[in-house]
């Protein structure tokens, strides 16, 4: 069976990015009707469903709420694709992605951000939709944590082997609950020697200098099956 990457897309495939978070706050505004008055601190490694609903709660509005911001998050993504939206593919992020496909191996994403969301960000930042399968791929916007999101792929991957890609903690602790292979990149919020403290059977500095590695460790584990 062939390997199926499962790649986190903030800090891992594109840069992180301070604009990244107006268009969540922009969504929960209009529908609450208030601008948010106390922020979420770290969002990093966090799902959207997660981010979006400890926004409301944190503001006093019913997290029952969450449907109606996703609704807003996708109408407003589509419109900055729309108006010239631009983010950044990390050094290294494209030709892994071919790289990986010449080998026989399937791209698939394993995200916090919702599908539209991903689409948004990945296609402003020069990825294509094909470089990626979206059926099995697996998004956070209605997930609590990321360890509900992990807990979806065996279901649906079933004896596929798989191993995710990701730049946070959060990531390997959630790809360990779900008993999936880590490797972890240092493209994010996380220095390598702070993502030396998870399970990743490999941290590398970023998807150039560290592109071997990966796809060693990579083939390694599609050889085990
Ligand atoms: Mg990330």
Redesign the pocket.
Known sequence: MTMHILW?????LIH?SKDGAAVYLEAFTHVTGTEPQKFITNP??QTEGQILTALLELNGHPATMLDDVLAELDARTQKLLETGYVRTAVVGGPDALRDAGGRGWTNALL??NGPQHSRVKLTAAGYAEDDFNWTNSFFGDRSPDRHHLTSLVAPILGEQPSVII???PN?GLAADSARIPFIAVAT?AYSVAELRDTSALVVVEDLVAGRDDVLGTIAELAQRG
């Open positions: 986190d897309i903030d800090g891992t992180n990093h490694g995200t916090g990701g730049d946070t990531d994010g």
